[in-house]
């Protein structure tokens, strides 16, 4: 059974920073490709970024406001995904989901179909 | 950046309804969309990919179309567990970016 379990959120000050990870489990952690997607209190999905599998190209992509303040890494060896956030803002204050990208279908990797139950980060003075 | 339009935001229909949920693209994706169930306080659940292809363990009654710019989820016919939240979502892996339409909010009549 895949598990994915965030942590590492919590409340952080503005202009902090903060490491969220994620244990994978229950598939093949190096071949898979990995997201995060976040959600404000009582608002809708949004995509982070995303890193591909090492056999892939291992790089990053991110969602154009983040490019510059969230880093995405992968250690393998620990079947662990991380979420490396810089100069916190309040509007960062979010639900933050690890997924995996489904291989299925004709457009492979282009959809979720495994989430985590999210780690609540706070940004707060 | 692509955008998705869910119509309607919210929607109250019965048990045994069928519904209709829409989500039109702000430029053509071919196939490449998915639709997404959530219920308060849990993770999104992948039901459709490539938007008519349903996820494994996903109920029949649950089904998607379209292609180009319009795409539908539909629900044949509603079950108390069908209340939850809808989101279509592309990810572009040419432009490397991914969005997500704004939710459907289907609630009990």
């Known amino acids: 059974e895949v598990q994915l379990v965030e942590s590492g959120g919590g409340l952080v000050k503005p202009g902090g920073s903060l490491r969220l990870s994620c244990a994978a489990s229950g598939f093949t952690f190096s071949n898979a490709w990995m997201s995060w997607v976040r959600q404000a209190p009582g608002k809708g999905l949004e995509w982070v970024g995303r890193?591909?599998?090492?056999?892939?190209?291992?790089?990053?992509d991110y969602a154009a406001p983040e490019k510059g303040r969230f880093t995405i890494s992968r250690d393998d060896s620990k079947n662990t995904l991380s979420l490396q956030i810089k100069s916190l803002k309040t509007e960062d204050t979010a639900v933050y989901y690890c997924?995996?990208?489904?291989?299925?279908?004709?457009?492979?990797?282009?959809?979720?179909?495994?989430w985590g139950q999210g780690t609540l980060v706070t940004v707060s003075s | 950046a692509i955008q998705l339009t869910q119509s309607p935001s919210s929607l109250s229909a019965s048990v045994g309804d069928r519904v209709t949920i829409t989500c039109r693209t702000s430029?053509?994706?071919?196939?490449?969309l998915a639709w997404y169930q959530q219920k308060p306080g849990k993770p999104p659940k992948l039901l459709v990919y490539d938007a008519s292809s349903l996820e494994s363990g996903v109920p029949s009654r649950f089904s998607g179309s379209g292609s180009g710019t319009d795409f539908t989820l539909t629900i044949s016919s509603l079950q108390p567990e069908d209340f939850a939240t809808y989101y279509c979502q592309q990810f572009n892996n040419y432009f490397h970016e991914c969005t997500f339409g704004q939710g459907t909010k289907l609630e009990i009549k």
């Open positions: 430029q053509g994706i071919s196939s490449a």
């Open positions: 890193i591909k599998s090492k056999s892939d190209g291992g790089t990053t």
């Open positions: 997924t995996t990208h489904s291989r299925s279908g004709y457009h492979r990797y282009a959809y979720f179909d495994n």
